[in-house]
């Protein structure tokens, strides 16, 4: 079809050969990957194209980094004034820091004080380490199926079907054995398994990290029990509440999934959607456990160049500008993510397709599985062939979706409701030929 990029003439299957002499399997992150040799050249508001001139309505949406859409003006004008300016000094602060700050703060109703990073993974890196630092605790307890970034503390994955989720546990080979053995596994909206953790290592868990929905395995929403117990556990133990925000944190609202759950967590890390495409990260959390990063009074090391650099600041500034002077962006993204997951129910109801729809605010995920889905337990019935089967077919009409069977897609601020119901009739007629053969 028009839209297939793995006819073995195209620019992005040359591209693609060429990339797998010079990078590991040919890209820069295992997840791009996908035995398809995607190649973009460019996008532009909900759309991007590939070398080949195709253009695709992204859902995607770099996993959730672009939040506004591609290229937005909104934060690429003031991006390109900051370029020639502000690179980067080493020593003492820039206005742009402070001024971030001062917006996550306003933002999140659990924040006090916020440090910026580079990425999501060096915020959860920061959160835990400073929970083992604030209580003195080694052990973490993170969700079957939670994602938190690449490094050793939040290394251990699924302990069951692997498969589904990340291929490895844990998900990767080098980790320390002390990290691992540092991880336990709680399963989502299942307090029991959390109080029983507690009761087996008294005094010992420094902290429960979660994902508030966990996106990394498409969206299971929380109950508000869960969350509230959740809540009260940890502070009932001594330990640390982390919302890894990273994807939550200012696409379902400006204050992120803690401002529409009500429940205020001790840590909360940031990422992806924050700065639109831009690279940066942060932490916030209350001034009495933000103050052990002081690098006086303290004693957590905060360290890194480019932490709080200009262009990201920037970014992260025009894009929660825009959303605070914009709160229709989440009357938008929600009710188009609804049109979404509403007419996908319908689609796989009249077809009979053992199938679930799943999602909250913009980000809708199909299982191929039937409901109800609330934890990761659920998850395991996933007909991960029939995903991909669903996906491919999507990509050839033009439709991008993420790849993994388990994860989710996403409505940008730049989709249009005639955008997702292009894609329902597009759904509809792969769904009804999948079924057919
Ligand atoms: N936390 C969550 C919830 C994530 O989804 C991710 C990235 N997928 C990370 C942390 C890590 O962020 P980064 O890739 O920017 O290091």
């Known amino acids: 079809s028009d839209h297939d990029p793995r006819g073995s003439s195209t620019r992005g299957w040359a591209l693609q050969q060429a990339a797998a002499e010079v990078l590991p399997g040919g890209v820069n992150s295992a997840t791009r990957y996908v035995g398809h040799p995607y190649a ?17 309505l992204d859902y995607h949406a770099a996993f959730g980094a672009i939040l506004l859409g591609h290229n937005s003006p909104v934060v690429d004008d003031p991006v390109r004034a900051a370029v020639g300016t502000l690179d980067l000094f080493g020593l003492g602060v820039t206005e742009l820091e402070v001024e971030l700050a001062t917006r996550v703060i306003e933002a999140i109703p659990s924040a006090e004080m916020m440090i910026a990073t580079m990425s999501g993974s060096e915020a959860t890196a920061q959160a835990v380490r400073l929970a ?46 002390t990290a691992l053995e540092s991880t336990l596994i709680a399963e989502f909206n299942d307090l029991d398994s959390v109080r029983a953790l507690f009761e087996q290592f008294p005094e010992r868990i420094a902290a429960v990290i979660m994902e508030p929905i966990p996106h990394n395995v498409g969206a299971l929403v929380p109950t ?41 967590p001790d840590l909360t890390t ?9 690279p940066i990260g942060g932490l916030a959390g209350p001034r009495s456990l933000m103050e052990r990063f002081d690098g006086q009074k303290g004693d957590v090391l905060l360290a890194g160049t480019f932490n709080g650099y ?8 025009a894009t929660i500008d825009h959303l605070r002077a914009n709160p229709d962006f989440y009357t938008r993204t929600h009710a188009l993510g609804e049109r979404m997951r509403s007419g996908l129910a319908s ?45 491919r077919r999507m ?11 388990l994860k989710r897609n996403h409505v940008s601020g730049s989709h249009t409701e005639e955008d997702v119901d292009r894609t329902l009739d597009a759904a509809r007629d792969v769904l009804a030929g999948m079924k057919a053969d």
């Open 132 to 177: 083992r630092a604030a209580t003195g605790r080694q052990l973490l307890v993170k969700f079957q199926g939670g994602f938190h970034g690449w490094h050793d503390a939040v290394a251990r994955n699924v302990i069951s079907r692997p498969e589904l989720a990340y291929g490895h546990d844990p998900l990767s080979a080098g980790i320390l054995d």
């Open 40 to 56: 973009f050249g460019g996008g532009d508001g909900a759309y991007v194209v590939d070398l080949d001139g195709n253009r695709y």
């Open 310 to 317: 200009a262009i990201g600041a920037t970014a992260a500034i």
């Open 224 to 264: 508000q029990e869960f969350v509230d117990g959740l809540r009260a556990l940890t502070s009932e133990h001594g330990s640390l509440l982390i919302f890894d925000e990273v994807i939550t944190g200012f696409r379902h609202a400006l204050g992120g999934y803690q401002e529409i759950c009500g429940v205020r």
């Open 395 to 405: 990509t050839d009409k033009g439709f991008l979706m993420i790849p993994m069977s």
């Open 347 to 391: 689609i796989v109801a009249e077809l009979g397709l053992e199938a679930t729809v799943a999602g909250f605010g913009g980000v809708f995920s199909l299982y191929f599985a039937a409901g109800p889905i609330r934890g990761y337990r659920d998850l395991m019935r996933n007909d991960d062939q029939a995903y991909a089967g669903f996906h």
């Open 270 to 278: 940031f990422g992806k959607g924050m700065a639109n495409g831009y």
